[in-house]
């Protein structure tokens, strides 16, 4: 994963750090990944991991159950969006902390898992020893947002004279004007010399970073707002 999705969790309230053991439950139906989370929290100490589910319906059960300190909890599942499912489970466990972990770090899902009541987003291109930090973090009522989310929360007038896409790197841009022209993902590698995952990784940072939800609303955005040229 490109160093421009790794995140500086800035922590929005102050808190007394934590002692004793957090908590977990992990919501994601890529169970492979779900478990290498879990995997990876455990063999870090401070946290247990009470159940993996793969579903609004298991996740909904499982915090019912458990009542953990912190449900990880992944945005698109087989049943629904992890931030429709977010007041269901504080319902559930008002004391629970929900991280949502995902690869969608649109604009819109961030303010969405916000609304919902959601402690913080976590990019699923984390290092784990970053995830395991964010875990003990929001278990202490920290808000977890990077520092390019904190960004895009503030309104327009605040940010600096910032302009939407001034924070695509010049790779991104590369992509952009290339996905702007039509090139599939796989020409784009081929026309950049890298791998189809990077190619594919930089497309959904863009994505990203615009707001948009898929690859033909980026390209509208990139058209609408100057960002770069038509073809």
Do not use: W
């Not at 269901?88 to 008002?94: C, D, G, K, M």
């Not at 291109?125 to 895009?152: F, K, P, Y």
């Not at 939407?164 to 022209?181: A, S, Y």
């Amino acid at each position: 994963m490109t160093d421009d999705r790794e995140q500086d969790m800035t922590p929005t309230a102050a808190a007394e750090p934590r002692t004793g053991t957090v908590t977990v439950v992990v919501v994601d139906d890529h169970l492979l990944l779900a478990d290498a989370v879990a995997t990876g929290l455990r063999m870090r100490g401070r946290t247990t991991v009470l159940d993996v589910a793969a579903s609004c319906a298991e996740g909904l059960a499982a915090v019912e159950r458990h009542r953990p300190d912190v449900c990880l909890l992944d945005q698109r599942l087989p049943d629904g969006f992890g931030t429709d499912l977010i007041p269901r489970l504080l319902a559930a466990s008002p004391g629970t902390k929900v991280l949502l972990v995902t690869a969608d770090d649109s604009v819109d899902v961030l303010h969405q898992a916000l609304a919902a009541g959601a402690v913080g987003i976590v990019n699923k291109g984390q290092r784990a020893d970053a995830l395991h930090e964010a875990v003990m973090r929001a278990a202490e009522g920290i808000t977890i947002l990077s520092a390019r989310d904190v960004q895009r929360l503030l309104p327009s007038s605040e940010r600096g004279g910032q302009q939407l896409g001034d924070d695509l790197t010049p790779r991104e841009r590369d992509v952009l004007r290339l996905l702007v022209q039509g090139v599939s993902t796989r020409d784009i590698a081929a026309r950049l010399f890298i791998s189809y995952a990077t190619a594919r990784n930089h497309i959904q940072s863009v994505i990203g970073k615009l707001g948009a939800h898929n690859k033909l609303e980026a390209v509208t955005i990139a058209l609408r707002e100057n960002i770069v040229s038509g073809p």
